[in-house]
C-alpha cells in the first residue's frame, strides 16, 4: 500500500474513534428516525415522498461509512499480498 493511500486510511480510522464521529452518528441516527416517522407520514406528493427517501438513503450511506471503509482497506491489504504471492509464485517458479 502507498504511504499515501494509507495516510488516508488512518484519517478516517481516527476520525471514526473521536467523540466527534460518535455524536455525529447518534445525530444521523436521530434524523432517519425523524424523517421516517414524521416527514414520510406528513408527505404531500410523490416529489415530497422521493425526497424523503433520498434523504433517508444519505443517512444510511453516512452510518455505513465506517464499515465502507474498513472492508476497503482490508481489501487493499489482501490485494497487495496476494499480489505479493503472485510475485514470489514467479520467483519460485523459475
Given amino acids: 500500500m502507498k504511504k499515501e493511500q494509507e495516510a488516508i ?4 480510522f481516527e476520525m ?4 466527534g464521529w460518535e455524536l ?3 445525530t444521523v441516527k436521530d434524523e432517519i428516525e ?3 416517522t ?7 406528493t410523490e416529489v ?4 424523503a427517501q433520498g434523504a433517508i ?18 481489501e487493499t ?7 505479493g504471492n503472485y510475485v514470489k509464485k514467479i520467483e519460485d517458479s523459475e
Avoid: P, Q, W
Fill in 48 to 51: 415530497d415522498l422521493g425526497k
Fill in 57 to 74: 438513503h444519505y443517512l444510511k450511506l453516512v452510518l455505513a461509512l465506517e464499515n465502507t471503509i474498513e472492508s476497503m482497506y482490508e
Fill in 38 to 44: 414524521k416527514v414520510i407520514s406528513d408527505a404531500r
Fill in 9 to 12: 486510511y488512518e484519517a478516517y
Fill in 16 to 19: 471514526f474513534r473521536s467523540k
Fill in 77 to 83: 491489504l489482501r490485494e497487495a499480498k496476494d499480489d
Fill in 34 to 36: 425523524s424523517v421516517t
Fill in 24 to 26: 455525529y452518528l447518534d
